[in-house]
Nanobody, 124 residues
Framework: VQLQASGGGLVQAGGSLRLSCAAS????????MGWFRQAPGKEREFVAA????????SYADSVKGRFAVSRDNAKNTVYLQMNSLKPEDTAVYYC??????????????????WGQGTQVTVSS
């Protein structure tokens, strides 16, 4: 699975952005998808995940209620809608994929496939 993230940019605090991650291949619907981020000088951290069908989602506490993850299996694309952005959301955002045998969310460290990052900068 090859992944291509897009949609990052510069936004003011309180604004919104939608990230997209397009996947190649015919097995997209067999993979759970995750979003992670890495700020300068910090370790990469989990942001959100969605199961292969889209019925199960998980979020980091820091983004609950502000971010929403979704997917369109017909378009081989996963999205991350980010609202009420804060300066501390500034980071490079990465999408990741992990094959799953059924509709569950994998462990956060278990993702095997990674896309290149897209920069999100939130100004105060």
């Amino acid at each position: 699975v090859q992944l291509q993230a897009s949609g990052g940019g510069l936004v003011q605090a309180g604004g919104s952005l939608r990230l997209s991650c397009a996947a190649s291949g015919r097995t997209f619907s067999s993979h759970a998808m995750g979003w992670f981020r890495q700020a300068p000088g910090k370790e990469r951290e989990f942001v959100a995940a969605v199961s292969r069908s889209g019925s199960r989602t998980s979020y980091a506490d820091s983004v609950k209620g502000r971010f929403a993850v979704s997917r369109d299996n017909a378009k081989n694309t996963v999205y991350l809608q980010m609202n009420s952005l804060k300066p501390e959301d500034t980071a490079v955002y990465y999408c990741a994929a992990e094959f799953t045998y059924s509709d569950y969310l994998p462990a956060r460290h278990a993702y095997d496939y990674w896309g290149q990052g897209t920069q999100v900068t939130v100004s105060s």
